[in-house]
């Protein structure tokens, strides 16, 4: 990989330079309070970050929160990040309440040796994810003008062709930071060529945001593992009733055929927890999955199928896990996403688990994030990468 890095910039001196770092700040934020409720992301930037204070640099962070529509909207407000990196960082970070205006130009121009600015959420602004090569561009002209170098750091976001991740890269010298690097060190290790028997477990409300990754994996993989709420299509296409549970009508053919074709690899539940609501405290048992009553719903998987998983994981060499086995949220509901997460954990295996939503999980679960192999911060990014894609982030710097 023809790739600078953030060793090579520091190698040159950053002392008094502006460096501009594209972060995944993306932290899942409570409903009802707005606090962050895991700041895995924010820390896995730390060691980029402190290396650039370090050094003397004027660090510019930027990054993206939530999906707002290209206009500024205080519930994706990136101030909290700012109060909580700074925490973490034990110096205080200057907030900029917007991302490329006055706050911005005074809050960079401001900026002493080895102190910390964040940018205001990159989505406030339209040219940050427009498809329009010349919006993108003149809003990536503005965000570079912050930085004398730029270190990509956001692998969250890597997937996403976006001014702050495809654009500016082609405007500054630029260089991948730690968390990137060491992504795709451990992602590559996965196409390359993983130790045997390997095996996926997915997991995760809809089979179609995973049918590209299933169709990559298959010819690779020796086991894939199936729950979540994407598991009763595939069930269905077995043939079997689902109740009210989550079902995707249009891919049921589509699961159909990926079962015929998977050469038996691809593992579904045996039995499910099947409750009378979508609720923390809705009436639930447990049945076999040709049992599953016409007005219940599935919510998680079973023990039984827990024990078959956790069989065949306990014999894996690779592991690569995205994706939570049920509503892990609801207590009532976790046992699944509890299981398989230990099965792995004790498994003598290299395990990576991908993806926002398993890394939350873990973490929520209270499980030992260091009996993993590795938690990647990228959900769609770090599955794209297993499929075998080009990534806009990851080209724009090898570039
Ligand atoms: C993520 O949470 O997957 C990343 O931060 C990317 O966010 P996006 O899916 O809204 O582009
Ligand atoms: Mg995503």
């Excluded at 706050?103 to 910390?116: C, H, I």
């Excluded at 590559?188 to 095996?199: D, F, I, N, Q």
């Excluded at 990559?216 to 109740?243: H, N, S, Y």
Aim: proline share 5%; aromatic share 6%.
């Amino acid at each position: 990989m023809s790739i600078r890095t953030l060793d090579d910039l520091l190698a040159e001196g950053v002392s008094g330079r502006r460096v501009l770092v594209r972060a995944d700040l993306n932290v899942p934020l409570d409903k009802q309070t707005g606090a962050i409720t895991d700041d895995g992301r924010i820390r896995a930037v730390l060691p980029t970050l402190g290396a650039l204070v370090e050094a003397g640099a004027k660090v510019v962070v930027c990054s993206h929160l939530g999906r707002p529509k290209g206009a500024p909207d205080p519930q994706f407000s990136l101030g909290p990040v700012a109060g909580r990196l700074g925490e973490l960082l034990g110096a205080p970070v200057h907030f900029a309440t917007d991302t490329v205006g006055d706050s911005a130009r005074s809050t960079v121009a401001d900026l002493a040796d080895g102190q910390v600015a964040l940018l205001e959420n990159l989505r406030f602004n339209a040219g940050e994810t427009s498809k329009d090569e010349a919006e993108r561009g003149a809003f990536a002209d503005q965000l570079a003008a912050f930085g004398d170098a730029y270190v990509d750091d956001a692998f969250g976001a890597v997937h996403r062709k976006h001014a702050s991740v495809f654009d500016v890269p082609a405007r500054l010298p630029h260089v991948a930071g730690r968390l990137v690097l060491r992504e795709v060190e451990v992602l590559s290790k996965l196409t390359g060529a993983p130790e045997r028997p390997y095996v996926v477990v997915l997991g995760g409300s809809k089979v179609s945001d995973k049918l590209a990754v299933i169709e990559a994996l298959l010819p690779t993989v020796d086991r894939l593992l199936i729950g979540g709420g994407m598991c009763f299509t595939f069930l269905k296409a077995q043939g079997l009733e689902v109740g009210t549970s989550l079902l995707e009508k249009d891919m049921v053919e589509t699961c159909r055929n990926l079962l015929e074709r998977s050469g038996g690899k691809i593992m579904l539940p045996v039995d499910v927890v099947v409750a009378d609501a979508f609720a923390p405290d809705a009436a639930h048992d447990t049945v076999r999955v040709d049992g599953i009553p016409s007005h219940r719903l599935g919510l998680d998987v079973g023990p039984e199928t827990v024990a078959g998983f956790s069989a065949t994981l306990s014999q894996a060499k690779t592991i690569f896990w995205n994706g939570p086995m049920g509503v892990f949220e609801m207590p009532a509901f976790a046992a699944g996403t509890r299981g398989i997460a230990e099965a792995i954990t004790k498994a003598d295996a290299f395990s990576v688990v991908g993806g926002g939503d398993s890394a939350a999980a873990v973490r929520a679960l209270g499980l030992d994030e260091s009996s993993f192999g590795h938690i990647s911060t990228g959900g769609g990014a770090s599955l794209e990468y297993l499929e075998g894609k080009t990534l806009p982030g990851i080209a724009a710097l090898e570039n």
